[in-house]
Structure formats: structure tokens, C-alpha cells
């Protein structure tokens, strides 16, 4: 099996990040917790993040140290396979907490990578 090439692979997770921060830009948790269509959407591109960010290789993650990848590539499972378990808040939190973390530090790796 022959492995993506890392850039499209960044790209992908920056517009899912960007995709989520497009549409919950100005909303609040309430707002979050009422819109079905929102909650989905959101949750499937954190699934898309998560899956994109198992195909970074590793020895790319230390040039972004403080982002917890472990965590990051295990979301996706529990967003697909353990979906009658998801709490809205931790979504939200993860939302509004730890996406510009992840954005800034994909971009960083990003920037680091001669051009493909």
C-alpha cells in the first residue's frame, strides 16, 4: 500500500477545519445544540480530520508537539462507531477550544514541507 501524499492531505484537514469554523462562526452552544443538521456536519468533519491526520507520517507530528494526535486520529472512531455517546458540549469544546491549535500547527507542518 503506497501512502497519500501529505499535502492534500493537510489541505483536507485545513478545509474541514475551515468548513466548521465557516459555519459556527457566531454561534453559540445553544445555537449548536438546536441546529441537527450543524451537529452532523460538524461531527463528520472532525471524522474527516481525524481519518486525514492518521496519514500524516509520524515522523512529521514533532514539528507540532502540543497537538495531542493520539487523541485526534481516536475521535474519528468514536464520532463514526459511538455516536449514541456523544455529548454536544465535548463536540462544542472541541470546536472552540482545540481547532485553531490544530489549524496553526497543520499550517506549520505544512510550511515545513518542500514542495511536492
Known amino acids: 500500500m503506497t501512502g497519500r501524499k501529505v499535502g492534500p492531505v493537510l489541505a483536507e484537514i485545513l478545509d474541514a477545519i475551515g468548513g466548521i469554523e465557516a459555519h459556527t462562526a457566531g454561534k453559540s452552544l445553544a445555537d449548536f445544540k438546536q441546529d441537527w443538521l450543524l451537529r452532523l456536519a ?5 471524522e474527516i480530520v481525524s481519518e486525514a491526520s492518521r496519514h500524516i507520517p509520524d515522523e512529521l507530528l514533532p514539528l507540532a508537539p502540543d497537538v495531542p494526535w493520539k487523541q485526534i486520529r481516536g475521535i474519528g472512531n468514536i464520532l463514526c462507531h459511538e455516536y449514541h455517546r456523544i455529548a454536544d458540549d465535548v463536540v462544542w469544546a472541541v470546536v ?3 481547532l485553531s ?6 499550517e506549520a507542518i505544512k510550511a515545513a514541507l518542500p514542495d511536492e
Request: aromatic letters at 0%; glycine letters at 0%; a positive charge.
Open 96 to 98: 472552540t477550544e482545540n
Open 101 to 106: 491549535p490544530l489549524k496553526s500547527a497543520v
Open 42 to 46: 460538524t461531527q463528520r468533519a472532525l
